[in-house]
Nanobody, 126 residues
Framework: QVQLVESGGGLVQAGGSLRLSCAAS????????MGWFRQAPGKERECVAA????????YYLASVEGRFTISRDNARNTVYLQMNSLKPEDTAVYYC???????????????????WGQGTQVTVSS
């Protein structure tokens, strides 16, 4: 079993930055993929970024590429999401998730991920 705890959300003005953290505990295995998802009111949950523990390869949603950066600290079992140039449309609850299936290519589907954090609210004011 894996537990994921997010932190770092909050209220920020458009153009500002936030860094989200996801601390993982439990039996993490080296081949996991870690993802950051978000869900805005009335919308489906979507993957904004993901990273493989093994080789650090990444995936980004097109609308955040160039503004968001996902990274990992293997020693701390922590994944980060640095969010810059935030826009009001980035407002959502952000979730950390772990995919325990070994994959060659990162899968961004919500159904692929096995473990989820409780979420952290990010609000971007205009």
């Amino acid at each position: 079993q894996v537990q994921l705890v997010e932190s770092g959300g909050g209220l920020v003005q458009a153009g500002g930055s936030l860094r989200l953290s996801c601390a993982a505990s439990g039996r993490m295995l080296g081949y996991y993929t870690m993802g950051w998802f978000r869900q805005a009111p009335g919308k489906e949950r979507e993957c904004v970024a993901a990273i493989k523990w093994t080789d650090g390869s990444t995936y980004y949603l097109a609308s955040v590429e160039g503004r968001f950066t996902i990274s990992r600290d293997n020693a701390r079992n922590t994944v980060y999401l640095q969010m810059n140039s935030l826009k009001p449309e980035d407002t959502a609850v952000y979730y950390c998730a772990a995919d325990r299936t070994p994959v060659q290519t990162i899968v961004s589907l919500t159904t692929q991920y096995d473990y989820w954090g409780q979420g952290t609210q990010v609000t971007v004011s205009s």
